[in-house]
């Protein structure tokens, strides 16, 4: 196991009604802030009106931003930047899902410096500062409730980048889980592939004596497998939900990689797929993660066959743990169309003439390789998207 240091500060709000705390959690930060949104979801759900009630209750003003959209953009970040530097707000509450929460994180970050946030997305510079961010989490997916990331698309040039620092875990996270009812079945297996990912990724590592975080990981895998077909048979389902909605959290605020080194290729693949073609982040991981393991099992097929085996119950073949790992990879692919997602780029209505200029997008020109588990230059990228061809 390798050292590690390890501390995620979101206060975590759980449960049936907890929205209705916003108010007086905001107010422990700022009493003027930035109420940060998507589309019309949270209005048709009487989720906003809630939420505005809590804050008057609590004495907080707010200034509204909605409109984000999924694969947030960098245009409305620069608005919201705007809102907090000339009205004074002291933090952006995000309520809404991974893209909502992701676009506060990145307002929030530009509202205390002088130049385009966008810069730090492009690796130039580290944040010093950001305002606190506060959520009230209507998807589980991202994570992003919890965890340091941020993602956002440059509308010129296609390009999504991510930010990671320490800065950017939000003060605190409402999660009721009822709000997921109203969730489309699409955006329910979005999510669930969103969080098996975020699984994975920290699954397949080269770090030894890892049993511990393996096993933490291989839970939440079953978890998060069974709880996405019941929450999809059953979407009012409120323990179904519960159980769904923590463990996505605790599937990408960081407990479950300490002391190892995760993978993160498929991630890089999947932003270039989002970035250019705008397609939901889960649905497009269920595209790539099974190609990614197509072309990099047999670098570790021990590796693929215990995960095979105990998160998809597959029969080990000690003789030949490629078959044991085969078999996973077609239950895992068998679960994505369970749960009405695709597994192909024609799923995506994507064809093959981008994926040059998505490989080389991915690594820089070929300046870096992506991966750590296996390292992947821009021709290795390339041939993952064949394979999902
Ligand atoms: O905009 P509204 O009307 O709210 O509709 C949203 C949106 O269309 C809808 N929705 C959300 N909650 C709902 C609901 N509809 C009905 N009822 C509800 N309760 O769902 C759609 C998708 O929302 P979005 O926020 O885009 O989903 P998600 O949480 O999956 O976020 C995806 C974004 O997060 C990034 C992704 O790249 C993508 O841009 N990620 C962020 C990470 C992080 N910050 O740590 C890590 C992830 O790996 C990921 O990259
Ligand atoms: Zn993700």
Redesign the pocket.
Known sequence: MNNFEFCNPTRIVFGRGTEARVGAETAVHAKKVLLH??????RS?GLFDRVVASLKGAGVEYVELGG?????RLSLVHEGVRLCKEKGLGLVLAV???????SA?AIAMGAVIDHDVWDFYLGEGEPKAALPVGTVL??P????ES?????I?REEGLL?R?VNSDLLYPRFSILNPE??????AF?VG??AA?IM??LMERYFTTVRHVEFTDRLLEATMKTIAHKAVEVLASPRDYDAWAEFMWAGTIA?NNLLDTGRVGDWAS?DME?EL?GVYDV???AGLAVVFPAWMKLTMPTDPARFAQWASRVWNVDTDFWTPEVTAREGIRRLEAWYHAIGLGTRLADLHIGKDRLDEMARKCTDGDRRTVGNFVKLDSKAVRRVYELAV
């Open positions: 949104y998507g589309g019309g979801s949270i759900s984000v959209k999924p694969n947030p809404g899902g991974g893209s909502v929460i992701d994180k209507t998807i997916a991202a994570g992003s965890s340091t990331g941020t993602v698309t999504k991510a709000l997921a009812f109203t969730l489309p955006q979005c999510g969103d990912a975020h990408h991630h932003h989002s939901a982040h889960g």
